[in-house]
């Protein structure tokens, strides 16, 4: 008999959350909106929002910008 240690479900079920955490965080990203207010030099001032959005569903760091 084999005796390497097999996985089971609930070894699968214990890493289930880090896609939890991951896609909470990605939809988190997809509700996101920013603000952005610059002042220049010349006194003069400009404020834009963004939309940000992820192109990923599993890379956090992918993710587009919208300019409202």
Do not use: A, C, F, W
């Not at 699968?12 to 002042?39: A, F, L, T």
């Not at 834009?48 to 919208?66: F, G, L, T």
């Amino acid at each position: 008999r084999d005796s390497s240690t097999s996985r089971g479900l609930g070894d699968v079920y214990k890493r289930q959350p880090e896609y939890v955490e991951i896609k909470s965080v990605i939809d988190d990203i997809n509700k996101m909106i920013v603000g952005v207010h610059v002042y220049y030099m010349d006194g003069s001032e400009d404020s834009d929002y963004y939309r940000v959005e992820s192109i990923s569903k599993s890379d956090i760091s992918r993710i587009q910008i919208y300019r409202l």
